[in-house]
């Protein structure tokens, strides 16, 4: 298996409640009262609860969760928009809670860069002065932060653009207006909070190329969060799923498909078509033997609905997986059938946690 | 016998009452009752019976005060914190003073011929707009010929220095506002005060506090009354700051005042100038009545129409304030509108 790339930001314990007391709020929530009862009871809004997420560097770590489950809270955590409750919260091994007000606004004029879902650009500034804007914050200028910009624009597609207003421009090109912004200031990390939602569905495909386009590339530590799961498992290296303020479940998203631990995730992954998200990789025997009577040779990031195209639908078959010019497993097309059956809420037999 | 004698002696107070002899000069009633030979309150029937004020209540009991008396006191109390409030005010309110003159002597040096092209070419400057333009070298040259010039340029010159005194104290007041509840919780109400009052109230403690004489005492008067929109528009046009575009601000880093200048006040300024708008229009309002205490300018044509019952006169003069008022209001708007098209 691939080797682990260090973690970048890493949250412990995070809890966050709203209102005019939160600390002696937070004893009831660690005694176990849940969200409605919190709200009921004590007049508190849980926001989040026990969060513990270790996000990787070069990664896309996607956050999912219905509207309202704390998605923005917690990405206003990283570069305390919100302060916690309690808990912690590191970046590169550093106790980002313990920074005062002149390294914290280091941090996020240089280390972290964000992206909104309303966009939320300058609305009395040109397209390239929007773009130049982080720069300009911290004290650079001239032309060579206009030669960024300008750079910048071209690199989302905006060429040519940069003499224009916000408002003569498209949501889409808002939206890159609004990337280009945030990989002008050169950050290693992004967060982007619900970055596409705002967006026509065939713009949102696009805008998603071209942050997978972006990210070959630029290798930078994103943290995306959506309520769509398509998106998510388009996106994600490392998929976290939220749910009243709680993670329900976390990890490599294939993974999360194939052993969900939750009826709320079973819910939310019925209606996808698993042979499009599903990869070879993940449903496939891992191993070196050489197998007998093989149809054929896949490629192990291939998605099983191409795989089934080439079997023609024949069940019986078998085939050689290749990762990298060398072979990693055999993959049974029975294997694949049965990963394609939806996962039943009530079949407890498939509900094993994924540990 | 007075109508509460019988009252002040169920209560038991006669003995107090008449410590002291009746003192104090007779009040207007009285002298009249004198003359017309009563000596004493006839008895009264119950629909004619009067409410205990003070005067009522003197006349039973004299130790009460009447009611000049307290008017009296009144003004002394305010005789007496005008020397203290004075020291205060005359060097904060000075430098208007200066300004309202020199700005006075200023626009009437400067010869017609120059000054009215100059207003013309400010207008097209601002508002780039043919009509206004053309609004105002009518209404200049109209005025100028029927002899009422100097005072329009008068009136102009106090509303000019007023105005920049209004956005001066005004934005920056406004801008504090924005940032503190609190702060904002006190100074709706004293706004809503300064608004409501009818402008003569508060000339009269004005007089009292500078001679008649001095100009800043209608500056003051004026600026009271028309800093108030200034005020309240730049405290809402900063609060009204897309809440989305304020936190992309603070997630790049930005200080206070980098929001505050490069954020807030470019978004809240349609507002802004909306408020300096409406304060230009309050200025001129205001400038009329304060002809009252000396201001120059069409107010005292306006006043000397009421005063000698000149009719003309007064007619004449009101029908150039209103060409002034909507000059004014026009080429702001005008102005105002091309900041709003500019850079969105
Ligand atoms: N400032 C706040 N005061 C009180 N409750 C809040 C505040 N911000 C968020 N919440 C509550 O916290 C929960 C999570 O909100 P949010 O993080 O915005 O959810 P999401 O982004 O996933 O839709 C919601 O129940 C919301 O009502
Ligand atoms: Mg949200």
Redesign the pocket.
């Known amino acids: 298996m691939k080797q682990k790339k260090p973690v970048k930001i890493s949250i412990r314990k995070l809890y966050k409640i709203?209102g005019s007391d939160p600390k002696s709020a937070l004893e009831h929530v660690k005694a176990g009262v849940g969200k409605p009862d919190l709200l009921k009871r004590y007049g508190h809004?849980l926001?989040l609860q026990d969060i513990n997420v270790d996000m990787r560097d070069g990664e896309i770590t996607v956050i999912m969760?219905l509207?309202?489950?704390?998605?923005?809270?917690?990405i206003r955590h990283l570069n305390r928009l919100i302060e916690p409750t309690d808990g912690k919260v590191e970046v590169d091994g550093e106790d980002v809670l313990a920074y005062g007000e002149k390294k914290l606004r280091d941090l996020r004029r240089s280390k972290m860069s964000m992206v909104f879902q309303k966009f939320a650009l300058l609305p009395h500034r040109t397209v390239l002065e929007n773009t130049t804007m982080p720069r300009r914050v911290r004290g650079e200028g001239g032309q060579a932060t206009e030669d960024d910009g300008t750079k910048w624009l071209d690199r989302v597609g905006l060429h040519g653009y940069g003499g224009h207003y916000p408002n003569q421009l498209s949501g889409g090109m808002q939206q890159r207006v609004g990337i280009a912004r945030a990989l002008a200031s050169d950050s290693p990390i992004m967060l982007m909070d619900e970055a596409f939602s705002a967006l026509d569905p065939l713009i949102r495909t696009d805008m998603q190329d071209l942050l997978l386009e972006l990210q070959k590339e630029l290798h930078k530590t994103i943290v995306f969060i959506t309520h769509d799961l398509d998106e998510a498992l388009k996106l994600a290296d490392h998929l976290v799923i939220?749910k009243d303020?709680r993670v329900v479940q976390q990890g490599e998203p294939q993974e999360i498909l194939l052993h969900p631990n939750d009826p709320y995730i079973v819910d939310f992954i019925s209606d996808i078509n698993r042979a499009r998200v599903l990869r070879v990789r993940s449903i496939m025997e891992e191993t070196d033997r050489e197998g007998d009577g093989l149809a054929g040779e896949v490629d192990a990031d291939q998605n099983l609905e191409s795989v089934i195209a080439i079997s023609g639908g024949d069940t019986n078959l078998h085939y050689r997986v290749m990762s990298g010019g060398q072979q990693v497993g055999l993959l049974h097309m029975k294997d694949l059938v049965r990963a394609l059956v939806p996962v039943d809420a009530q079949d407890a037999s498939k509900r094993v946690s994924a540990a | 016998m007075a109508t509460y004698d019988g009252v002040i002696e169920a209560v038991g107070l006669t003995d107090w009452c008449s410590v002291e002899g009746a003192g104090g000069p007779m009040t207007m009633e009285e002298l009249m009752a004198q003359a017309r030979g009563e000596t004493e309150a006839p008895d009264v029937n119950l629909w004619e019976l009067p409410f205990p004020s003070l005067d009522a209540l003197n006349q039973s009991c004299s130790v009460i005060p009447r009611t000049r008396d307290m008017t009296d006191a009144v003004e002394q109390g305010f005789l007496g914190i005008k020397d203290a409030l004075r020291v205060v005010l005359d060097p904060i309110t000075t430098p208007l003073g200066w300004m309202l003159d020199l700005s006075l002597q200023f626009f009437q040096a400067v010869p017609w011929f120059i000054m009215i092209p100059f207003l013309i070419a400010i207008t097209w400057f601002a508002s780039k707009s043919a009509k206004v333009t053309a609004l105002v070298a009518f209404s200049f040259l109209f005025m100028a010929f029927i002899d009422h010039y100097v005072y329009a340029i008068q009136t102009l010159s106090i509303i000019f220095v007023c105005t920049i005194f209004s956005v001066v104290l005004g934005v920056p007041i406004g801008i504090a506002m924005s940032r503190s509840n609190v702060l904002q919780r006190g100074a709706i109400p004293v706004l809503d005060m300064l608004q409501t009052l009818p402008t003569f109230v508060y000339l009269v403690p004005l007089i009292f506090l500078f001679s008649v004489t001095e100009s800043k005492l209608y500056g003051i008067a004026i600026i009271l009354y028309a800093i108030v929109p200034v005020i309240r528009l730049t405290d809402l046009g900063i609060r009204l700051v897309d809440k989305d575009v304020i936190e992309a601000a603070n997630a790049f880093g930005m200080t206070s005042w980098q929001k505050l200048t490069r954020v807030q006040i470019p978004l809240a300024l349609p507002n802004i100038m909306a408020g300096i708008n409406q304060t230009i229009m309050m200025s001129l309002a205001m400038v009329v009545i304060a002809s009252l205490v000396s201001a120059p300018g069409l107010g005292v044509l306006v006043l000397r129409g009421i005063r000698n019952l000149e009719l003309g006169v007064g007619l004449v003069s009101g029908f150039c304030i209103v060409l002034l008022a909507i000059l004014l209001d026009r080429s702001t708007k005008a102005a105002l509108s091309r900041i709003d098209a500019s850079g969105r």
């Not at chain 1, 509207?67 to 917690?74: A, Y």
Request: hydrophobic letters at 30%; charged letters at 5%.
């Open positions: 709203f809004v926001g969760g509207s309202g489950s704390g998605k923005s809270t917690l939220l303020g």
